[in-house]
């Protein structure tokens, strides 16, 4: 249903925006409320009587209400529409009731206007309720009474999320299906298909749920690979698979499958994330951005002379690599469960020097870690790379042409020996990212469009809007978002939930033997030496110089000690590190010991980075700061 401009609240922080829950439990004293207090359903509704669109949802309640019976405790809320003075007008003269039973038919009355609510209907409330009859002094006390009243709502709204309205709640979490009766009625008796999608929703929404997914792959491929299966896995991932057309074929492992193409989907979300932090995220200005650039810099740089300094020469050598990386998944998901221990300043701070971590990360795998160049396949991919300009510059903004000549890209970028990942880092750069469209003009075009279809609807053979109709309000919804945002929006929580789980569900697994310290204690120590010294390291050094060079200011938000402790969290590797080391070291032996390696500093980087920010956190209570 589209929401006109005018019936749109205005913006609020991110930390409320992303609350699903809601803030305040329902009370039968403060809450208006329709149904037995013991009901197994309640539905709360953040509605405003000047929104068309909370009239038209009224009459599904209605319909839902009649249905469910006493099954069903339906509570009122008001968000009067921001900018709106009848709005408001209309939600203090409700809350100017009496009793129970008057709420309730004020609410019927303002809320079945079949029109505009004007001043006139106000009015015609006001004189059925027998408050124009009242004093002065009653007047003016009730009148603050209902004032306060609504406040309460609209803070609680806010608290709760609420962006737009109406908003429900069903027992308590945010519903944002559709407003049909079959739709409401599915959700609040908890259908199966509602209640799967719902966990879904649920475990998504929480912070620290990639990584905590990432980290059962991950024991489950160690698990596996120690068990009586362990040949069986790893021979699963050795399978060929592949296709062919005509007297040619393309065929690789599976694991290389994952390696090579599903990662490639990673590092396409890691291109977008970092396109949108350079533009309008936390690194589009210099001053914001140069503290976690630096600390990123000196968190790749000295991890890797430390690396070097233990295994200058031989075949090992290449891995400096490896302790260079982190694993932004894991490290802000141990920062979103220390909750408020962690101010929100170190946070951004760590999340932004992540990202550019992950661009040293592309940068180092396409130089160090690919294969034999093939200048005829390099060239394809350079011109391929300028089709992908042309569509940028001719503002075509459909992202299916963009996905069909990526393919075309990674084609040409793996068979010319660059590490094919390099694809999604390159598709995008040149994904457009448009200014923002003229929402109000559109949301009035989608609104007509609608309008129009709905005076239609009792036509003959008719069961929706018509294709015309249907194609506008597609080529309308193109426009409001940039082909960047919509592609980061839908395969972001794939790569979150799907590619990284498989990705350490191929890689992780490594047979635990103490022959691998036998031969391979050094490789071992200078990568855990690399990652759980290197990091916090290279993080303070860095950022101090930098700060003494007066090119970064550190916020006053959090000490040297906590940002100490976010650069040993991002000593947590894993990731970008194990597949960095499947790039340099090809003999089995090297890469398991490589492996343990990763998960020993990751563990012991996790337990220090937490222990540092737990106990300063401590500190500064203590002290009352």
């Known amino acids: 249903m589209s929401r006109p401009p005018e019936n749109r609240m205005t913006e609020i922080p991110a930390s409320a925006e992303a609350t699903i829950r809601l803030d305040r439990p329902v009370d039968d004293v403060m809450d208006h409320v329709l149904g037995p207090k013991n009901a197994p359903i309640t539905l709360v509704e953040y509605g405003s009587y000047a929104c068309p669109h909370c009239r038209a949802a009224n009459e599904r ?76 002094e009653i007047s003016r006390v009730t009148a603050e009474r209902a004032r306060q009243r609504v406040n309460l709502d609209i803070d609680s709204a806010r608290a709760s999320g609420v962006r737009f309205t109406p908003t429900f709640f069903i027992n308590g979490r945010r519903y944002d299906g559709p407003w049909d009766e079959s739709s409401f009625t599915d959700a609040m008796l908890g259908s199966l298909g509602h209640r799967v999608r719902t966990a879904a929703l ?8 990639a990584g905590v997914l990432l980290l059962l792959a991950s024991l489950l491929a160690v698990g596996l690979t120690n068990s009586g299966l362990g040949r069986d896995f790893e021979a699963f991932w050795h399978t060929e698979f592949g296709f062919a057309l005509g007297g040619s074929g393309f065929r690789m492992s599976l694991l290389h499958w994952v390696n090579d193409a599903l990662l490639t989907i ?54 400096w690599g490896v302790p260079m990386a982190t694993d932004t998944a894991f490290a802000v998901a141990l920062v979103a469960m220390m909750g408020a221990r962690v101010p929100m300043e170190l946070r951004i701070f760590l999340t932004a020097a992540a990202i550019v971590d992950d661009i040293g990360a592309i940068i180092v795998v396409a130089i160090f870690y690919s294969g034999d160049l ?26 299916s042409p963009y996905i069909l000549v990526g393919v075309a890209l990674w084609v040409c970028v793996h068979a010319g020996g660059l590490h094919a990942t390099l694809a999604g880092v390159i598709l995008a750069a040149l994904i457009p990212t448009r200014p923002p469209p003229d929402y109000k003009t559109l949301a009035m075009q989608a609104e007509s469009i609608l309008t129009t279809e709905a005076q239609r609807g009792g036509e003959q053979l008719r069961s929706g809007p018509s294709t015309p109709a249907l194609e506008a309000l597609d080529a ?57 010294i290197g990091k916090p390291l ?88």
């Open 61 to 136: 309640i209605t319909e839902v209400r009649g249905q469910l019976g006493d099954r069903l405790r339906y509570v009122f809320r008001h968000q009067p529409l921001i900018g709106s003075d009848i709005a408001r007008s209309a939600a203090e003269l409700a809350e100017s009731a009496t009793n129970h039973e008057q709420f309730w038919d004020a609410h019927v009355a303002l809320m079945t206007r079949s029109n505009t609510l004007t001043e006139d209907d106000l009015r015609s409330v006001a004189e059925a309720l027998g408050l124009t009859q009242l004093d002065a």
């Open 202 to 209: 649920t475990f998504a929404s929480w912070a620290p749920s």
């Open 266 to 319: 990673f590092f396409l979300v890691a291109g977008l994330e970092i396109k949108r932090e350079f533009t309008v995220g936390h690194l589009a200005s210099r001053r914001a951005a140069a503290l976690p650039i630096a600390a990123a810099i000196g968190g790749m740089a000295i991890p890797a002379f430390i690396y070097l300094f233990f295994i200058p020469t031989g075949p090992w050598s290449i891995g």
């Open 374 to 399: 093939h200048v005829g396949y390099l060239a394809a991919a350079v011109a391929i790379t300028f089709v992908l300009v042309l569509l940028n510059k001719s503002g075509i903004y459909r992202v």
């Open 476 to 532: 309308i919804h193109d426009r409001l978002e940039s082909p960047a945002d919509r592609m980061l929006r839908n395969v972001a929580p794939r790569s979150s939930y799907l590619v990284l789980p498989i990705f350490a569900l191929a890689n992780a697994g490594v047979a635990i033997s103490t022959n691998v310290f036998s031969h391979h204690s050094m490789l071992v120590f200078a990568i855990v030496a690399g990652l759980a």
């Open 538 to 625: 290279g993080f303070v050094l860095a950022s101090a110089l930098a700060v003494r060079l007066g090119l970064a200011q550190k916020p006053d938000a959090y000490s040297w000690w906590q940002l100490a402790g976010a650069g040993a969290l991002a000593g947590i590797g894993f990731t970008m590190s194990l597949f960095i080391a499947g790039q340099a070291f090809p003999v089995a032996g090297d890469f398991a010991a490589a492996k343990i390696a990763v998960f020993a500093a990751s563990v012991l980087s996790s337990v220090i980075g937490v222990a540092v920010l737990w106990s300063v956190q401590a500190r500064k209570t203590v002290q009352g700061e």
